[in-house]
């Protein structure tokens, strides 16, 4: 199946008929076979699916990680297939914002440092109305000189999320970005990707295992096998659980 938004809304991403093969003989891997999916401006999605159905596979994609081996990618109206490489690095430095599980933080820089990175490679500033609401936001004002060993791992993911909203990326791409933190630091991220979403039109495309996490979003995108099998709009945990349970079903019914 495919998962497209409505024809009068604005795609923020774009999936075109992707398919993504890995190796080639007999290590050839269809990690994915023909997604077309589009995300909405303003909205958080979702995707979920079985360990090895390919939710990174197309996050990195979508997000000019990795490259398509057939079909097309679009962040707004920039045609990501087909950018070289520097083409690339200014679409990742100037169009998307990512959080992954690992906060991936520099180690040596405090948090206002690291918060403040990607602005400082793109020589611009930020906004500063704008800085002073994404930091009282993720409630980290009392820890901006702090290095991340000095934070817990909720502070730093919030560090890292802070990191990709204060560039305004057009989509900010999270992958599995409360798998390292107890629910309680876990739902306090989310929370905060929510009300980036709802106060401030951030577009959020987040990759997770956890029903839970999913049911923060707006809508959720379920893949299996490489290919789109159900999608869900305001999910709760149950509704993603049980689509979930359903999934090799919903697999075998679009072969
Ligand atoms: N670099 C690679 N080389 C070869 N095969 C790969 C590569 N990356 C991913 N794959 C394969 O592609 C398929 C999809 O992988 P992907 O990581 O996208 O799945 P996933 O749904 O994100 O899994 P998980 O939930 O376990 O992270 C898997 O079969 C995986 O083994």
Request: aromatic residues 6%.
């Amino acid at each position: 199946m495919t998962a497209t938004i409505d024809q009068n809304t604005q795609a923020a991403a774009r999936a075109s008929d992707v398919w993504k093969v890995y190796g080639s003989g007999e290590a050839q891997v269809i990690a994915l076979r023909g997604v077309t999916a589009e995300f909405e401006q303003s909205r958080y999605t979702a995707i979920m699916g079985p360990s090895g159905s390919g939710k990174s596979t197309l996050m990195h994609c979508l997000a000019g990680l990795d490259s398509v081996t057939r079909g097309t990618i679009h962040i707004g109206n920039t045609t990501v297939t087909g950018l070289n490489d520097n083409g690339l690095t200014k679409l990742r430095r100037d169009k998307v914002g990512f959080i992954f599980q690992q906060f991936n933080l520099l180690p040596t820089l405090t948090a206002e440092e690291n918060i403040l990175l990607p602005l400082s490679i793109a020589g611009r500033k930020p906004d500063p109305d704008w800085y002073q609401t994404v930091i009282k936001t993720v409630g980290l004002a009392d820890r901006l000189h702090h290095r991340p060993n000095q934070l817990s791992g909720g502070q730093q993911q919030r560090v890292a999320c802070a990191r990709a909203l204060v560039a305004r990326p057009d989509v900010i791409f999270a992958d599995e970005p409360t798998g390292n933190l107890d629910s309680r630091a876990g739902a306090e991220v989310l929370t905060f990707l929510r009300d980036s979403v709802r106060n401030h039109h951030q577009t959020i495309v987040m990759v997770t295992h956890d029903p839970v996490a999913a049911s923060y979003a707006d809508r959720v995108i379920f893949l299996a096998d490489g290919a789109i099998v159900s999608e869900l709009f305001e999910p709760t945990p149950e509704t993603v659980l049980d689509t979930m349970k359903r999934i090799d079903v919903l697999a075998e019914a679009e072969n």
